[in-house]
């Protein structure tokens, strides 16, 4: 299950988060996924959505939650095209508690489908910067692809684990070209045939 992907990332106990960002010709795509492992911080997260303080998460109690867990998987990711900053909005969020309603040790897991329009189109050559820290200040893994605006196809180009501090970029390729400039495949002599 994607949810638990996050397991494998190889750090101790606390949160896995990784990122998979898709760039188009006019749009960023992403998924963002946090497991949160079992534990005291788990137990914690969800006392914090237990408003009435009776043990369980109902069904009321749940959107509070998910909503700490969305402000902890997205406050440390910023992306910018070539220096211009992305504003990345949740198009869909998928909460998992394990089965487990409780106010537990239980871990929970979180994934948020992310997207950002730009103003003009994205082009071969420019770099996508990520900044991505974790909640607990881990390292968080990234994956770059580009689709093609010929035929649709994806490239995956990086993969990268971010540091807290590091500021990550990757070139941008295989998206295709941009469409010519009027004027720019005119003949020389102006479109007159010499003879």
Do not use: C
Not at 70 to 78: D, I, M, N
Not at 107 to 116: H, N
Not at 133 to 142: F, G, K, P, T
Not at 175 to 183: D, K
């Amino acid at each position: 299950m994607v949810l638990a992907a996050g397991a494998a990332l190889g750090h101790p106990q606390g949160f896995h988060e990784r990122v998979s960002l898709a760039v188009s010709l006019k749009n960023v795509d992403g998924l963002v996924v946090v497991d949160v492992d079992g534990g005291e911080r788990a137990k914690l997260i969800r006392a914090g959505a237990d408003l009435n303080h009776d043990g369980l998460i109902s069904g009321e109690e749940r959107p509070l939650l998910q909503k700490k867990l969305l402000q902890l998987a997205l406050q440390g990711l910023k992306v910018r095209v070539s220096g211009y900053p992305l504003v990345l909005s949740a198009t869909d969020v998928k909460l998992s508690t394990r089965d487990d309603h409780t106010v537990s040790e239980t871990g929970l897991s979180l994934a948020v489908l992310v997207a950002a329009s730009v103003p003009s189109p994205i082009s071969d050559g420019m770099k996508l910067e990520v900044e991505a820290v974790s909640a607990d200040r881990s390292h968080v893994l990234v994956e770059v692809s580009a689709t093609s605006a010929a035929d649709g196809s994806v490239v995956a180009l990086e993969r990268h684990e971010v540091q807290p501090d590091e500021k990550w970029a990757v070139a941008l390729r295989g998206l295709g070209a941009r469409e010519p400039r009027i004027g720019a495949s005119a003949p020389a002599d102006g479109g007159r045939r010499s003879r």
